[in-house]
T-cell receptor, first 117, second 113 residues
Framework: AQTVTQSQPEMSVQEAETVTLSCTYDTSESDYYLFWYKQPPSRQMILVIRQEAYKQQNATENRFSVNFQKAAKSFSLKISDSQLGDAAMYFCAYRTRSYFTGNQFYFGTGTSLTVIP | DGGITQSPKYLFRKEGQNVTLSCEQNLNHDAMYWYRQDPGQGLRLIYY???????QKGDIAEGYSVSREKKESFPLTVTSAQKNPTAFYLCASGIAGAKETQYFGPGTRLLVL
């Protein structure tokens, strides 16, 4: 089974600064999707960004961008110009592209991000 | 409004009791999922369903049961066989297939009395 590792249980960043959250994963597959989800105190899971493994270009969504290193199996999330509303738990997730493996998502254990005013 | 709804927001279970958590979506998604979230453990998959009348066990299915009689609905029953049911339960849905992204409901907090 695939595993997703987030080695930073907690991170903090000064408002308006940049922070990078780390994620590594283990897989034998060559094609897959990677995701970052945000879970604020309301506990609603919100999709932040998605990366397709066959695309070399790193995904970006406004202030959020990823650094996808396929050979290293690394998928970090960079948050620029951090805002107070970015404070949340962030989960990295992996999904196979194969329909026949059931579209299962595998989640990391999360990184709790604190934004300091 | 389109989205995923879960009810109730909080649920209390007595020892030996079965309880059912509701999950409904009006996004026309084929696939639906149930996850359990415990502190420090991320999300763990309980059950998933890719089409009506079909579902598969996830990593921690013991003590849980599901049904998928309608595309819109995927209820989860926490049975008395689940000895440690206190957790936050998240339902998700997505378009089955290669481009699927999962979208989540607001969750149900289950507590044992």
């Amino acid at each position: 089974a695939q595993t997703v590792t987030q080695s930073q249980p907690e991170m903090s960043v000064q408002e308006a600064e940049t922070v990078t959250l780390s994620c590594t994963y283990d897989t034998s597959e060559s094609d897959y999707y990677l995701f970052w989800y945000k879970q604020p105190p309301s506990r609603q899971m919100i999709l932040v960004i998605r990366q397709e493994a066959y695309k070399q270009q790193n995904a970006t969504e406004n202030r959020f961008s990823v650094n996808f290193q396929k050979a290293a199996k690394s998928f970090s999330l960079k948050i620029s110009d951090s805002q107070l509303g970015d404070a949340a738990m962030y989960f990295c997730a992996y999904r196979t592209r194969s329909y026949f493996t059931g579209n299962q998502f595998y989640f990391g254990t999360g990184t709790s991000l604190t934004v300091i005013p | 409004d389109g989205g995923i709804t879960q009810s109730p927001k909080y649920l209390f279970r007595k020892e030996g009791q079965n309880v059912t958590l509701s999950c409904e979506q009006n996004l026309n998604h084929d696939a639906m999922y149930w996850y359990r979230q415990d502190p420090g453990q991320g999300l763990r998959l309980i059950y998933y369903s890719q089409i009506v009348n079909d579902f598969q066990k996830g990593d921690i299915a013991e003590g849980y049961s599901v049904s998928r009689e309608k595309k819109e609905s995927f209820p989860l029953t926490v049975t008395s066989a689940q000895k440690n049911p206190t957790a936050f339960y998240l339902c998700a849905s997505g378009i089955a297939g290669a481009k699927e992204t999962q979208y989540f409901g607001p969750g149900t907090r289950l507590l044992v009395l």
